[in-house]
């Protein structure tokens, strides 16, 4: 049994004595090494790398953000443009149902697979300065129209001796409707429309030469929603003619 000095690793003569008599100290441990770690956790071998490591992150970031924006755009253009879009109500030709400010989605779609139907609120451009405005409809293609005595009167097949429009469900009663400039019937012609603003002495529609009847071209589509005020947030119902 050899017994070794507790001070013989600080000596290096008592160091090379121990080697002589064949007893072999090994030196002391290695320096550590140094691990760079960059953002994502990954050890890296030097800080070179690391701010390399970085500059790909923030680029990799980037081209995140532009996949995203296309993915966005591709999704909400196309039902922006083809199915539905806002309208932000202006004027009191629609009072007391709609008014100045009231925010409306307007569905682009239906009236692709069929027409308007009778008591519907209907978005149009007007062809003059391509102003966009908000109407009920009210007579289609093949229908005449004749406004008299404060009183609506619709002319079709169905009724070839005129049936009275009731219009008690979205019209107060002290509503009084006076026809055209002249009180004449009015034919609606193919692919056309008869239109008419609930506030109906302040509404500028068919009625009027400077409107008249409305081309199916010229519809944008019908009014679906309202979002705004929050109130009278829901979607917009279609009356029913007794």
């Keep these: 049994m050899i017994h ?3 001070d013989v690793f600080g000596k290096q003569k008592e160091r090379m004595n121990l080697e002589e008599s064949g007893i072999f100290v090994e030196d002391s441990a290695p320096a550590p090494k140094v691990v760079y770690v960059d953002e994502s956790g990954k050890s890296v071998e ?14 990799s970031f980037v081209l995140e953000l532009l996949k995203i924006a296309v993915i966005c755009t591709a999704i909400i253009l196309p039902i922006r443009l083809y199915v539905m879009q806002p309208f932000s109500v202006k004027g009191a030709s629609m009072e007391p149902n709609f008014s100045t400010g009231q925010y409306l989605i307007v569905d682009e779609l239906t009236y692709h697979f069929r027409q308007p139907k009778r008591g519907e609120i209907v978005v149009f451009r007007y062809r003059q300065n391509k102003q966009f405005f908000i109407k009920r409809v009210i007579a289609f293609p093949g229908e005449r129209v004749k406004i008299e005595d404060n009183r609506v009167l619709i002319y079709n097949k169905e009724h070839p001796d005129g049936a009275l429009l009731s219009e008690i469900a979205y019209l107060p009663a002290t509503t009084f409707t006076s026809g055209g400039p002249d009180n004449a019937p009015l034919d609606v012609g193919e692919r056309q429309l008869f239109v008419l603003g609930d506030n109906r002495s302040a509404s500028m529609d068919s009625r009027s030469t400077m409107v008249g009847l409305i081309s199916f ?9 309202r979002g705004y005020p929050f109130d009278k947030i829901g979607f917009i119902k279609n009356p029913l003619y007794q």
């Design 4 to 6: 070794v000095p507790h």
């Design 46 to 59: 030097s800080p070179k790398s690391t701010e390399a490591g970085g500059s790909n992150s923030f680029l």
């Design 217 to 225: 071209d010229d519809v944008v589509g019908r009014a679906w929603f």
